[in-house]
């Protein structure tokens, strides 16, 4: 039995990659990014129920509005505050050489994947998929589910750097082109490939404007501060208050008129830096750690947590008649987020099928070589002097 124990032991060890808790490692992107994965997988799930008829109660739809307010820009907003610090120490074509990897080759690879299932598998899923499909990846990825978000971070973060460097735009200039995009999506919302870039620019140079300011000692030790997450929880508390509160004005997808766009941009900022407040507090209490194992695998769960959700609502729901959207809702984003973190440790990492994430032969030895960044650093001179976490990192 003890033999048993120590084996199971071993493999849980190896299919959740536990190492990384030993990793000298920015404890709270981690956590930070653990949190924004599982609600956007929670999200993905829920639209599935849906989608496939099965009744959700009203709280489940409020809840999804609420992290609706603040998921995605939280995303952009933490890539912006290192984009300056990674563009530093790595230069054009190796900054480019990265992105391209981490972010376009795992879109292209598993978006192609994922409309293969749902073709052959249109009789159960939810999407009605055909060939035609394949076409938008290359100009309409919001239609495909939720992989938008790579190419989108991706071309913004290359026409924000090119702006940076190239034209020397300075920051007010990147906040003021921000608004200018961020207003101007909604006209060639038929062409994501435009429109998500230019709807969350903003975000990505609010980040980036904030970084220096954000990694000085000072501004860490505030929000490691119990008093300073009460603080923002209850300004947190009384947006979404108003936010639910105007469906004239705020809808499940954004904002009816201008003037709600502006104003979401300032729930989104408040819900934002809630979150990161949080964040502090679980590094400083080194509780739910857990959170910082799915954060480090946040890239691997949002390409697959799609499809492993969609199996898994198809399994309880036809094979087992489960209509509970509450049970359903759980189990869902439970196998969302942990099978893709098994799936990839198991049978993707160091394995033949290490393709599905990197063409790089020698990434994983270049990444074993990389020392950890330090997780006391407190500025950006500091972090721009070491690699900041594993280049796979999805924030970056």
């Known amino acids: 039995m003890k033999g048993l124990i120590e084996n199971l032991k071993t493999w849980l060890s190896r299919a959740f990659n536990t190492s990384v808790l030993v990793k000298s490692r920015m404890e709270w992107v981690d956590y930070l990014k653990g949190i924004i994965i599982i609600l956007v997988v929670n999200k993905h799930v829920y639209a599935g129920l849906e989608v496939s008829g099965i009744p959700v109660p009203e709280m489940i739809k409020k809840a999804n509005m609420v992290f609706f307010s603040f998921r995605m820009p939280l995303f952009f907003i933490l890539s912006g505050l290192f984009v300056s610090s990674s563009f530093g120490k790595r230069g054009m074509n190796k900054f480019l050489s990265i992105k391209f990897e981490n972010l376009i080759y795992p879109y292209l690879i598993w978006s192609v994947i994922e409309i ?16 035609k499909d394949y076409l ?5 990825p919001h239609v495909l589910d939720h992989f938008w978000y790579l190419p989108a971070l991706f071309n913004t973060t290359i026409i924000y750097i090119l702006l940076k460097t190239k034209l020397h735009l300075k920051t007010w200039m990147q906040l003021a082109l921000g608004f200018v995009l961020y207003f101007s999506a909604q006209y060639v919302e038929d062409i994501s490939i435009l429109s998500d870039w230019m709807t969350y620019y903003l975000c990505f140079a609010i980040g980036d404007a904030c970084s220096t300011l954000f990694f000085q000692e000072s501004t860490q030790r505030l929000l490691k501060k119990p008093a300073v997450l009460l603080g923002i929880i209850t300004l947190f508390v009384f947006t979404q208050i108003y936010y639910l509160n105007h469906p004239e004005t705020f809808h499940l997808l954004g904002a009816v008129t201008n003037l709600g766009k502006l104003q979401l941009v300032g729930i989104a900022l408040v819900g934002s830096l809630g979150m990161f407040a949080l ?3 679980l590094q400083e209490r080194k509780i739910f750690r857990f959170l910082r194992v799915i ?4 890239l691997y769960i949002y390409v697959m947590h799609v499809m492993v959700a969609a199996a898994t609502r198809i399994a309880l729901a036809r094979i087992f ?10 189990v869902g ?19 033949v099928l290490s393709f599905l994430f990197s063409y790089s032969k020698n990434k994983t030895m270049r990444l074993k070589a990389e020392p950890a960044i330090n997780p006391e650093v407190s500025t950006v001179k500091k972090i721009s002097m070491n690699p900041v976490n594993d280049v796979k990192n999805i924030c970056e």
């Open 116 to 131: 293969t299932l749902q073709v052959m598998f249109s009789g159960v899923a939810n999407a009605h998929r055909s060939y």
């Open 136 to 140: 938008h990846i290359l100009y309409n």
């Open 279 to 281: 964040a502090f507090q």
């Open 295 to 298: 954060g480090f695998h946040s």
């Open 321 to 330: 008649g489960i209509e509970n959207a509450y049970l359903l809702l759980v």
């Open 333 to 351: 984003t439970i196998t969302g987020v942990t099978i893709p973190i098994i799936a990839y440790n198991l049978l993707i990492k160091d394995n």
